[in-house]
């Protein structure tokens, strides 16, 4: 979630739309690992890391330099 809190701010209209999401998958993940259902939490797992590489790719993707002016003397 460290990447979450430094992509969003915790004020910010679309932080509760995509942390709500991302505290559900953790609830049922660890619901399937508590009944011990190795197949669903597994398969939950890989879901849920293939989203997280998804949006470690869209913020390494960011244009942050392009706001940058190098001023000359």
Known sequence: ???????HDPDADGYEP?????TEEHDVMVEAIAAR??????????GHIGL????????????VTSAIVIARS
């Open 1 to 7: 979630m460290a990447l979450s809190f430094s992509i």
């Open 18 to 22: 995509h942390m709500r999401p991302v």
């Open 37 to 46: 259902d190795a197949d669903r939490a597994e398969a939950l797992v890989h």
């Open 52 to 63: 997280f590489r998804k949006r470690i790719a869209a913020y390494l993707e960011r244009d």
